[in-house]
């Protein structure tokens, strides 16, 4: 491949602009997907009080403030040396999974699932909530509303707050639960559960009984075959709150595992002049440029990437639909794109059951909250944000203010993997520089599967999912431009 | 009449907070029972629940446009965006959530949804908790429209 040093659209950072870059023949060489990178965070947060941090973070992010809220909560427990008691950890592990059910929820009925549900050849019309209501009913409509409504009530009840949680404290958290509180939330579960199990019958009947929908996820221009990463408990199985890192390879097996405060040992970002995002990958294998297989560091995370670097779910549904999804799709590790949907049910249906267990928990209602902190430190917290591995780190000086401050977010966590699966997309529809309408679709399918965040909170006009692909010819000159909603 | 005004943006994101500042200002100003003032730093679905029971909402956001003068303030009835997304994919558009939520035989919508957009060229991508001068002269202008859109539903004890 011809490395491009100076390029037009160096460093022009956009939502969802893709860069495709075509070799002699016209096919596709190489693929980039821009996204906005915010920056100067390091800056802005020194100085500050560290027991801030948990609310200044959770507004980082309009989508996952409860993953930001809680990896800056872990980071501070560390930092100031200090163990929260079992009942605090139980509560922030409850609250985390009714933000796992409302995030999941969104993210299949409304934003993945409309491709599947609906159908990828569908006009980009159809594909949206609306056209996967007109499928499968209005009333199912109503459950979605309402399952993902019960999601925030849960979160919003241990949290204080419905969208920025203010509960974290280094330590422990600041508010337990009474006793209505706990019936309220249990019969919320009890319904999320039913919900989360037909949702998976949902996708059992409309994708699975498709033959040509598990040709689409089993088809080679969405298969990757990099490492993958997630928290696992003792037992190897998937945790969404706490845990140690598991990075397994290509057929499953265990590669490394790590606690989180060695992560600088096991990880590096690599950087490329043509975006400020990063690109993680594993420092044993190294840094390989865009390419998958065992001899590149690149991995991923996400739903998909934690089944596949986990060994099952703790809870029995979950973990016998993780069975089947591993069976239905040729056993460890699944390196289909598209799985990570299928995934991200398994997890709902997981988050209901451990809520569940959860509430019934009798230390649930303990007012054994809060231990007292120790002297500020260095510390690190890790949790599964809904779309994957989120890492805060922070130097606190002797009067406990910020003195350095880096996150990794689960996006980044993804970019190397996100970009390659553009690029083959792209590939399987691009030939000889013949390219067809169907791109924007294809590609779109690629990235939307990692539910990526595009770190940004407001309005811009025009609206829609907005995406442009730029394709430029052997000679780096633009060729063509396809846009939807730009 | 109930009325919310909702502050949308990131007030740790400099410019893209205005909406917030706005609301602050406004907060200082108006006191009446049938005002409900609110910031959200969210957009979409959880927009749509935040608006939910009111038979007016205004919103005061940031709006990125291509042709807009920085700072320039518009009175912008929600009817007349095509499309609104909150700039993240991974949410539908208040317009979509507000489709969806008819269909569903949501009754509780809005009848006036009226947003007071502060233009700007460009969102900053940079932490900051300062506006940039020209927006942060917009402020006051929002502030004025955001009032006269209350108009007949205040009166002037309602102003402090």
Same mark, same amino acid.
């Given at each position: 491949m011809k490395t491009i040093t100076i390029d037009p659209i160096t460093r022009l950072e956009g939502h969802g602009k893709i860069s495709i870059f075509l070799d002699g023949?016209?096919?596709?060489?190489?693929?980039?997907?821009?996204?906005?990178?915010?920056?100067?965070f390091?800056?802005?947060?020194?100085?500050?009080?560290?027991?801030?941090?948990?609310?200044?973070?959770?507004?980082?992010?309009?989508?996952?403030?409860?993953a930001h809220h809680f990896a800056s909560t872990k980071a501070l427990d560390a930092a100031f040396n200090v163990d929260p008691p079992s009942a605090a950890k139980k509560l922030r592990e409850l609250m985390y999974c009714g933000y796992f059910i409302y995030d999941h929820i969104l993210h299949f009925y409304y934003l993945g699932g409309p491709d599947f549900v609906v159908g990828p050849d569908a006009p980009a019309a159809k594909r949206n909530v609306l056209g996967v209501i007109e499928k499968a009913g209005v009333d199912i409509g109503k459950e979605v509303i309402k399952h993902r409504a019960y999601g925030q009530k849960i979160t919003a009840i241990l949290g204080g707050k419905a969208t920025h949680p203010v509960c974290g404290l280094p330590g422990g958290v600041s508010k337990g639960l009474n006793k209505d509180e706990v019936k309220d939330i249990e019969k919320m579960t009890k319904s999320c559960i039913e919900f989360a199990k037909f949702s998976l019958k949902l996708f059992g009947d409309i994708v699975l009984a498709n033959k040509g929908y598990v040709d689409l996820i089993l088809s080679d221009p969405y298969q990757l075959k990099t490492y993958n990463m997630g928290l696992v408990d003792k037992n190897n199985k998937v945790n969404f709150y706490d845990g140690k890192i598991r990075v397994t390879d290509q057929q499953g097996k265990e590669k490394v595992k790590f606690d989180v405060k060695d992560y600088t040992k096991h990880v590096a970002e690599h950087v490329e002049e043509w975006t400020y995002i990063k690109f993680p990958y594993l420092k044993s294998i190294g840094w390989n440029g865009m390419t998958d297989g065992k001899d590149s560091g690149i991995?991923?995370?996400?739903?998909?990437?934690?089944?596949?670097?986990?060994?099952?779910?703790?809870?029995?549904?979950?973990?016998?639909?993780?069975?089947?999804?591993?069976?239905?799709?040729?056993?460890?590790?699944?390196?289909?794109?598209?799985?990570?949907?299928?995934?991200?049910?398994?997890?709902?249906?997981?988050a209901t059951e451990r809520a569940m267990e959860l509430i019934k928990d009798p230390e649930i209602t303990s007012t054994k909250i809060r231990n007292p902190v120790g002297k500020p430190g260095e510390g690190i917290g890790v949790t599964e944000a809904a779309r994957g591995t989120l890492?805060?780190?922070?130097?606190?000086?002797?009067?406990?203010?910020?003195?350095?401050?880096?996150?990794?977010?689960?996006?980044?966590?993804?970019?190397?993997?996100?970009?390659?699966s553009i690029r083959d997309a792209a590939k399987g529809i691009i030939k000889k520089g013949k390219v067809n309408d169907g791109l924007l679709n294809m590609v779109e399918m690629a990235f939307r599967a990692y539910d990526p965040c595009f770190a940004c909170a407001t309005h811009t006009l025009p609206g829609g999912m907005p995406l442009e692909v730029n394709i430029y010819n052997s000679e780096r000159k633009l060729y063509k431009t396809l846009r939807q909603n730009v | 009449m109930k009325t919310i005004i909702l502050g949308v943006g990131n007030q740790?994101?400099?410019?893209?907070?205005?909406?917030?500042?706005?609301?602050?200002?406004?907060? #200082?100003? +108006?006191?009446?029972?049938? =005002?409900?003032?609110?910031e959200a730093v969210t957009g979409g679905m959880n927009l749509l629940e935040l608006l939910l029971g009111y038979d007016k909402a205004i919103i005061v956001d940031a709006v990125k446009t291509e042709n807009g003068v920085n700072g320039e303030v518009k009175r912008i009835p929600?009817?007349?965006?095509?499309t609104m997304h909150s700039c993240n994919p991974h949410d539908v558009s208040l317009i979509e959530?507000?489709?969806?939520?008819?269909?569903?035989?949501? #009754?509780? +919508?809005?009848?006036?949804? =009226?947003?007071i957009g502060v233009l700007m060229k460009?969102?900053?991508?940079?932490?900051?908790?300062k506006l940039s001068s020209k927006i942060a002269a917009a402020v006051p202008k929002a502030v004025d429209m955001t009032l006269s859109e209350l108009g007949k539903n205040l009166s002037k004890n309602n102003l402090t």
């Open positions: 023949k016209g096919d596709v060489e190489n693929a980039y997907l821009q996204i906005p990178e915010l920056r100067g390091e800056r802005f947060a020194q100085g500050r009080r560290a027991e801030d941090m948990p609310q200044i973070t959770s507004r980082i992010c309009g989508v996952c403030p409860v991995y991923r995370v996400g739903p998909l990437g934690r089944l596949n670097a986990a060994e099952g779910m703790a809870t029995p549904l979950a973990d016998k639909e993780y069975k089947k999804m591993f069976e239905t799709l040729g056993g460890k590790a699944v390196n289909s794109t598209l799985a990570f949907h299928w995934a991200r049910l398994i997890e709902l249906l997981y890492i805060h780190h922070y130097k606190l000086d002797k009067n406990g203010l910020i003195d350095k401050a880096n996150l990794i977010v689960a996006t980044t966590n993804n970019s190397g993997a996100i970009n390659m | 740790i994101l400099g410019d893209d907070g205005v909406g917030i500042h706005v609301v602050n200002a406004l907060k #200082e100003k +108006i006191q009446s029972p049938d =005002i409900t003032i609110e929600l009817g007349n965006f095509s959530a507000i489709e969806m939520a008819k269909k569903m035989g949501e #009754e509780r +919508i809005p009848k006036e949804i =009226i947003v460009e969102i900053p991508c940079e932490f900051g908790e």
